[in-house]
């Protein structure tokens, strides 16, 4: 059977990666696109050390920045809008040799770009709405970028995002862990080999939020604590007062303004083996078939959303159902896995072919189950007779960072001596479908979106949605 190449594995597609290149004469905004001077990007050879400014030190940015500096790479400025978490990183690196006066610290990530003309890489893990100006800032001036999921928060800005990403030639990754794990590859390669025969209906499943969504927006302001930095927080997003205890540090998710909610936080996981696995391309449509807690400010309490993924070649298109708020698939659609667990599992994603099934039970595609035909409970893909034999092609090769693969993965491409699973050719494409369906669960009725044109046919409204509000002085 024919072998796919590492690079079409990455690429995930050709079919919505096109969009990207199409996309270059649209007007969204004056100056918004201008290329400016091209700076080289910075690459290091293998055994030298990268410069990396953080930008996020707290949180889910601690673990994206610790894995790089315990590999050896220098940290060279920290960037947090709440100067605890940076007094915190400031403290680890003096515990580890690095003195506080080697490290430049921000709460504007724009200063910090402005000011550390020596960075080689960025890491990005702000709330969703700031990931486009620090990245694509950063990338205009030659840094690669490793960025948390969902990339960005718009489907204009992953347009961009991706083409400043080629013109600049940088390394990006996006923060989708499970593309580093060897059980996600080998499904995702078997799925390519076609042992399920012809797919046309994926269920992908979450049990988040666990943040508050289908809330409007709280009326006052509080006092603004010591040490945050509130206009920075804010960044491009339209101005709004403090609050205590909604939106810093965690509870911002839900909010249309600044996040994308349970879908844009978890489809990046636990749609990420279908989409490889099936070379799903461009999304042509989307529509919430069920809804709870609909509002004007946050994403909703829960909700099914219908989409609907174009043809590639000789595959079929497939239709992909998404649920999240702890609603699920309905178990007689899947009887071989619930003889074999019990029940429905409470989060993963169920696929269809004409030949057989297979599910994933967790949220980063490691562990995964098939069932032929013939067969009346599911198997691990791991152990199961009919792929025993099966070895990663090179186009799959395993992981040899274990755990921390998805930023060293990182940190070696960025020395010319790997390639990212996750960077804009995957990354940018399968965001896409993602955030038509973050759309569809903002505008009622059957969504229709034209990925060459970038926009929904005949649907203003939804239109209106597809690029962010950015504030003036934070243009990016």
């Given at each position: 059977m024919m072998q796919v190449s590492r690079r079409?594995?990455?690429?995930?597609?050709?079919?919505?990666?096109?969009?990207?290149?199409?996309?270059?004469?649209?007007?969204?905004?004056?100056?918004?696109?201008?290329?400016?001077p091209s700076v080289a990007p910075r690459f290091r050879k293998p055994g030298e050390k990268l410069n990396i400014g953080v930008i996020g030190v707290g949180g889910k940015g601690w673990s994206d920045w610790m894995p790089m500096f315990k590999n050896g790479e220098?940290?060279?400025?920290?960037?947090?809008?709440?100067?605890?978490?940076?007094?915190?990183?400031?403290?680890?690196?003096?515990?580890?040799?690095?003195?506080?006066?080697?490290v430049k610290c921000y709460s504007d990530f724009r200063k910090m770009l402005d000011e550390c003309k020596n960075l080689d890489a960025v890491t990005v893990s702000t709330p969703d709405h700031m990931h486009a100006p620090a990245a694509i800032r950063a990338m205009k001036q030659g840094c690669h970028v490793y960025v948390q999921k969902p990339l960005v928060r718009t489907i204009w800005e992953a347009d961009y995002f991706g083409r400043v990403a080629k013109e600049q030639r940088v390394v990006t990754q996006m923060g989708n862990q499970g593309s580093a794990q060897n059980g996600l590859r080998r499904s995702a390669e078997l799925l390519q080999r076609g042992i399920l025969g012809n797919v046309t209906e994926v269920h992908v499943w979450t049990n988040r939020p666990v943040w508050p969504q289908g809330i409007g927006r709280p009326d006052g302001a509080d006092p603004v604590p010591e040490g945050l930095d509130w206009d920075s927080w804010l960044g491009s997003a339209p101005v709004r007062?403090?609050?205590?205890?909604?939106?810093?540090?965690?509870?911002?998710?839900?909010?249309?303004?600044?996040?994308?909610?349970?879908?844009?936080?978890?489809?990046?996981?636990?749609?990420?083996?279908?989409?490889?696995?099936?070379k799903l391309g461009a999304v042509s449509g989307a529509e919430c078939t069920e809804i709870d807690g609909q509002n004007t400010e946050t994403y909703p309490n829960k909700s099914v959303v219908k989409m609907y993924y174009k043809a590639r070649g000789k595959l079929p298109a497939v239709t992909l159902y998404w649920y999240d708020g702890n609603l699920k698939p309905?178990?007689?659609?899947?009887?071989?896995?619930?003889?074999?667990?019990?029940?429905?599992?409470?989060?993963g994603c169920y696929i269809i072919g004409d030949k057989g099934t297979l599910v994933s039970t967790n949220d980063y595609g490691a562990?995964?189950?098939?069932?032929?035909?013939?067969?009346?409970?599911?198997?691990?893909?791991?152990?199961?007779?009919?792929?025993?034999?099966?070895?990663?092609?090179?186009?799959?090769?395993?992981?040899?960072?274990?755990?921390?693969?998805?930023?060293?993965?990182f940190v070696n491409a960025c020395k010319g001596d790997d390639i990212c699973f996750s960077d804009v050719d995957h990354s940018v494409p399968m965001l896409e479908g993602m955030l038509v369906g973050c759309i569809a669960q903002q505008i009622p009725g059957k969504l229709f979106w034209d990925s060459r044109k970038?926009?929904?046919?005949?649907?203003?409204?939804?239109?209106?949605?597809?690029?962010?509000?950015?504030r003036p002085g934070w243009e990016f």
């Open positions: 079409g594995f990455i690429r995930g597609t050709s079919l919505a990666a096109a969009s990207i290149a199409m996309a270059g004469s649209r007007a969204h905004g004056a100056g918004i696109f201008s290329k400016g220098n940290i060279v400025a920290l960037c947090d809008v709440d100067r605890a978490p940076v007094d915190k990183a400031l403290a680890e690196l003096e515990k580890n040799g690095v003195k506080p006066s080697q007062p403090y609050k205590k205890d909604v939106y810093h540090t965690f509870k911002w998710r839900g909010f249309f303004d600044f996040g994308t909610g349970a879908f844009g936080d978890m489809a990046c996981h636990t749609m990420n083996l279908p989409f490889r696995g099936l309905k178990a007689e659609i899947m009887p071989k896995v619930v003889a074999t667990f019990g029940e429905v599992p409470k989060t562990e995964s189950y098939v069932a032929l035909n013939d067969e009346a409970r599911m198997k691990s893909l791991a152990k199961h007779e009919a792929f025993s034999d099966s070895v990663l092609p090179p186009a799959f090769r395993p992981n040899k960072y274990e755990n921390e693969g998805q930023y060293l993965e970038q926009a929904f046919i005949g649907n203003d409204a939804a239109n209106g949605l597809v690029k962010p509000y950015i």
